[in-house]
């Protein structure tokens, strides 16, 4: 399967913003989608997942802040990201993962599939 991430840019501290990740070249509900960040001289951190049925996960720094969904209809998965904090400024990336569980995937080794990234710097 191919991911493709978008949605990133520059918003100011409190702003909002989206991020889609469309997926080709296999059933797309079939996956466990997940996102996952990294900023500046860090390692690759979990942000949020998605199971296969709809069961959501989030690292506790974004909850409350960020919502994960998935349009199957559309092969997309998607992160809503409200009251943005500067310490949220990563490159963000999505993940498929084929393992057939309905538990949401938090670690990076579970999935096999990796979008390119998208850039969110938020300024305060």
């Known amino acids: 399967v191919q991911l493709q991430a978008s949605g990133g840019g520059l918003v100011q501290a409190g702003g909002s913003l989206r991020l889609s990740c469309a997926a080709s070249?296999?059933?797309?509900?079939?996956?466990?989608m997940g996102w996952f960040r990294q900023a500046p001289g860090k390692e690759r951190e979990f942000v949020s997942a998605?199971?296969?049925?709809?069961?959501?996960k989030y690292v506790d720094a974004v909850k409350g802040r960020f919502t994960i969904s998935r349009g199957n209809a559309r092969n997309t998965v998607y992160l809503q990201m409200n009251s943005l904090k500067p310490e949220d400024t990563a490159i963000y990336y999505c993940?498929?993962?084929?393992?057939?569980?309905?538990?949401?995937?938090?670690?990076?080794?579970?999935?096999?599939?990796w979008g390119q990234g998208t850039l969110v710097t938020v300024s305060s």
């Open positions: 993940a498929a993962s084929y393992q057939v569980t309905e538990v949401p995937l938090t670690g990076p080794s579970m999935y096999n599939y």
């Open positions: 070249g296999r059933t797309f509900s079939d996956y466990a």
């Open positions: 998605v199971s296969r049925s709809g069961g959501t």
